[in-house]
T-cell receptor
Framework: GAGVSQTPSNKVTEKGKYVELRCDPI?????LYWYRQSLGQGPEFLIY????????DSGLPNDRFFAVRPEGSVSTLKIQRTERGDSAVYLC????????????????FGPGTRLTVL | QKEVEQDPGPLSVPEGAIVSLNCTYSNSAFQYFMWYRQYSRKGPELLMY????GNKEDGRFTAQVDKSSKYISLFIRDSQPSDSATYLC????????????FGKGTRLHILP
């Protein structure tokens, strides 16, 4: 079946511009996660959605970053006034959530969006 | 000290060799331990997971967890060139609000 898809695969923008990154999770997965992966690093948690609501946004680095999931499926990560330090691969993952609600249940990752801020 | 430490490599071994990949961690609350494989320009893919201490085997892959030493390992037997990738360890405390914490990843090259 279809996996997690992310668009665009690459995004080049200029410092100060606004960008939107899209994630389409696996059908039926209620949990959705955004991560940021810088070169030579592991993924770092940004935000977690359970359904339509952001259950945990503690990983968002500052108020330039915002994410939505209005219908509980597709999610958009929005970055305002981009800075060169925002350059990274932005990964989206989705999962089913077990009865315990534990977030360590198997997460399926998309291929990521490579963001370059010039 | 970071919560999860992983040597970034690169690690180069000849085809057919046994590969040993390792991570150490500092948070004794971690109970769920994972290994992800990430090919270049792709997202991470879950290889194996274990709860608490012990060993788990899946084909050529064996995961070991030693909670007393806060040390986890992934062994790959009969390594193949197609195993060349970055291997990320990851762990979580398994409570509702706990995030998955990833290591930096180890780049592995299997030489034909």
């Amino acid at each position: 079946g279809a996996g997690v898809s992310q668009t665009p695969s690459n995004k080049v923008t200029e410092k100060g511009k606004y960008v939107e990154l899209r994630c389409d999770p696996i059908s039926g997965h209620t949990a959705l996660y955004w991560y940021r992966q810088s070169l030579g690093q592991g993924p770092e948690f940004l935000i977690y959605f359970q359904g339509t609501g952001a259950a945990d946004d503690s990983g968002l680095p500052n108020d330039r970053f915002f994410a939505v999931r209005p219908e509980g499926s597709v999610s958009t990560l929005k970055i305002q006034r981009t800075e060169r330090g925002d350059s990274a691969v932005y990964l989206c993952a989705s999962s089913l959530v077990s009865a315990s609600g534990a977030r360590a249940d198997t997460q399926y990752f998309g291929p990521g969006t490579r963001l370059t801020v010039l | 000290q970071k919560e999860v430490e992983q040597d970034p490599g690169p690690l180069s071994v000849p085809e057919g060799a046994i590969v040993s990949l390792n991570c150490t961690y500092s948070n004794s609350a971690f109970q769920y331990f994972m290994w992800y494989r990430q090919y270049s320009r792709k997202g991470p893919e879950l290889l194996m997971y274990t709860y608490s201490s012990g060993n788990k085997e899946d084909g050529r892959f064996t995961a070991q967890v030693d909670k007393s030493s806060k040390y986890i390992s992934l062994f790959i037997r009969d390594s193949q060139p197609s195993d060349s990738a970055t291997y990320l360890c990851a762990m979580s405390a398994m409570n509702r609000d706990d995030k998955i914490i990833f290591g930096k990843g180890t780049r592995l090259h299997i030489l034909p």
